[in-house]
């Protein structure tokens, strides 16, 4: 079982940065995805970005160009740079970490985007 730690939520203004980072522990082994998704208020959970272990890395369509997702494999942990952040940004953004099929999910931290 893994257990996923996010940390670097907050309140930013329109234009702001933002850098979210999750820290894994328990079973780790390699061949894996770690990544973020988020949900606002009313809407389903979305993807924001993944990478493998080996440096694949996958965006959702609205975060491409202003976020970048990076992976420091020895620590286990995944991070999450988000620039140029608009309103529609705001969300609870959840950590996951996958491998053969199996996910474990983090208990998110709030990311509220607002003047």
């Known amino acids: 079982q893994v257990q996923l730690v996010e940390s670097g939520g907050g309140l930013v203004q329109p234009g702001g940065s933002l850098r979210l980072s999750c820290a894994a522990s328990g079973s780790i082994f390699s061949i894996n995805v770690m990544g973020w998704y988020r949900q606002a208020p009313g809407k389903e959970r979305e993807l924001v970005a993944v990478?493998?272990?080996?440096?694949?890395?996958n965006y959702g369509d609205s975060v491409k160009g202003r976020f970048t997702i990076s992976r420091d494999n020895a620590k286990n942990t995944v991070y999450l740079q988000m620039n140029s952040l608009k309103p529609e940004d705001t969300a609870v953004y959840y950590c996951?970490?996958?491998?053969?099929?199996?996910?474990?999910w983090g208990k998110g931290t709030l990311v509220t985007v607002s003047s």
């Open positions: 996951n970490f996958r491998r053969l099929g199996q996910a474990s």
């Open positions: 990478m493998t272990d080996g440096g694949s890395t």
